[in-house]
């Protein structure tokens, strides 16, 4: 491999294609939702899609990593991993979507949804059909067949974005009541649409994944050996993930619970739901730090296992964490110089919750960071450090959430996330000195971390004592770029 990082770059390009455009066009629903839904609406769609994440990571229990893995050893041949992991996620996939369907009224009720079930059954249906789909898309992945990925993925979110738009804008603006395509497709807005957008765009992606789906089967090798040795490797990943997902997510569900309700309030339900709608909203403007995490992740973890017999490997992972934070600090930087135009995204009574978007992506950045030091885990075959790293985070995020939220309410969450993930960080660092020692660039990542951090509190001040703020800030942004391409001696002729 000539230029491994050129490859690396390549790759996240082809699935950064899909993920950020696709992403993006799916988060031009954001302002659609939060201009026309109620924040205690949207609430309700931030606090069940919550839980979605983490099913999604129960129901695949760690099998995509073990497919990677098990995929690059030559005890087994790569149709027989795929045959094994495929007949394993479809079982499990098909029991708890039949499990949803006979329980969805009991599920409803526990979660204070009885007056919509239905809520509950669409989800489900969703989840249990991506779980499945996960697995297809990780064969497309370790083919390299990127641009079938992006094709799929792309689909999928276009699917999604269609039937929002006829469920939410065209059927009650376009249809008569007395119309057959009212009375077919609508009753009244209501956030349930968007729970079957998802389903619907679930349902049609997995078909078109039927060519690989049938690859699974047409050569059938399953091994129930093979199978065992999979799980014990994949089953601390989930645990891992769990507890990943603990540190990520788990606020949007206690704060439902956990919020104190100010005293004159009339409705403490429609209050505590508007709240988790506005920190839910303004997540979403931390969204091209995650799109930029998710790309990045989708071409590394086949890349970093693809790469890890070279003699330069080590080196080759301490120069992909430099360049990762230091394009993760530039989305940091560039978001929050604009912060008030990005804000136009969301409806205006949600807004209020813009101060968080900072702490948000400095968390976002932070998992980053941490999904990059996981690979000493995984190439040594010790993921139940990983089980062990999250579950520390998670027990930080949980102690903090409880802790926090009461007096701070979202606004604690979002710093909780933050600590929780720097507790990770320095953990998982530490650890790999250990058992897979990698000689990161400590001294100048933590130089663009300082000086990206100067950049964002310097903008606060001016933009409060200089009306023309937004054109200084063009400037910071320009010569941040420039101070990192001076620091990394990168040619700019080289770089165009």
């Known amino acids: 491999m000539a230029n491994p990082i050129k490859s690396l ?11 950020i455009l696709g992403r993006f066009i799916n988060y031009l629903l954001v302002p659609l939702y939060t ?35 098990f995929s690059q050893q030559k005890d087994f041949t790569k149709q027989q991993v795929y045959s094994t992991v495929t007949t394993s996620i479809l079982t499990t996939s098909f029991i708890f979507i039949l499990l949803v369907f006979l329980f969805y009224n009991h599920i409803a009720l526990l979660l204070d949804y009885g007056n919509h079930p239905e809520y509950i059954l669409m989800l489900g249906f969703t989840v249990g059909i991506d779980a499945f789909s996960a697995i297809p898309f990780a064969e497309l992945r370790i083919q390299n067949k990127a641009k079938r990925f992006a094709i799929i993925k792309l689909t999928n979110i276009g699917l999604n974005v269609g039937f929002n738009l006829f469920f939410i804008v065209f059927c009650p603006k376009f249809c008569a009541p007395d119309n057959f395509i009212y009375s077919l497709f609508y009753n009244k807005l209501d956030v349930g649409y968007i729970f079957i957008s998802y389903l619907l765009a679930s349902l049609i992606t997995l078909i078109l994944l039927l060519p690989e789906i049938r690859k699974a089967f047409s050569n059938y090798q399953f091994s129930a050996s093979l199978l065992k040795q999979i799980l014990k490797y994949s089953l601390p990943l989930m645990l891992a993930g769990l ?15 956990l919020i104190v309700v100010p005293e004159g309030i009339p409705d403490a339900h429609q209050y505590i739901m508007g709240q988790i709608g506005v920190y839910g909203a303004n997540a979403k403007i931390a969204i091209l730090m995650v799109l930029f995490i998710q790309a990045f992740r989708y071409a590394a973890e086949p890349f970093f296992f693809n790469y890890s017999d070279k003699a330069d490997a080590k080196e080759l992972y301490a120069r992909v964490m430099k360049y990762f934070v230091i394009f993760g600090l530039l989305v940091f930087v560039g978001i929050t110089l604009f912060i008030d135009i990005v804000k136009y995204f969301i409806g205006t009574s949600y807004r209020e919750g813009l101060v968080v978007v900072p702490i948000l992506l400095i968390s976002k950045l932070l998992f980053g960071i941490v999904f990059n030091l996981s690979i000493w885990y995984k ?9 062990y790293l999250a579950f520390s985070g998670a027990l930080v995020s949980v102690s903090l959430n409880f802790l926090l939220i009461p007096h701070f309410g979202y606004y604690g969450a979002a710093w909780t996330s933050v600590v929780s993930y720097s507790v990770m960080m320095f953990l998982s660092y530490f650890l790999s000195r250990k058992y897979y020692k990698i000689n990161y660039d400590i001294k100048n990542i933590s130089l663009y971390f300082i000086v990206a951090l100067i950049i964002y509190f310097i903008n606060v001040y001016i933009k409060q004592v200089i009306d023309y703020y937004l054109l200084i800030n063009v400037f910071m942004l320009i010569g941040f770029l420039f101070f990192i391409i001076r620091k990394e001696g990168i040619r700019m002729r080289r770089l165009l």
């Open 379 to 387: 190439l040594t075959n010790k993921t139940k450090f990983g089980a």
């Open 243 to 257: 507890a990943g997902m603990t540190t990520d997510t788990l606020d949007r569900i206690l704060l439902k619970y």
């Open 9 to 19: 770059i390549g790759q996240t390009a082809v699935y950064g294609i899909s993920s």
């Open 35 to 69: 201009y026309v839904f109620l924040k205690h609406e949207y609430g309700v769609v931030t606090e069940l899609t919550a839980y979605l994440g983490f099913l999604l990571i129960v129901l695949t229990y760690g099998m995509e990593t073990g497919l990677f893995r």
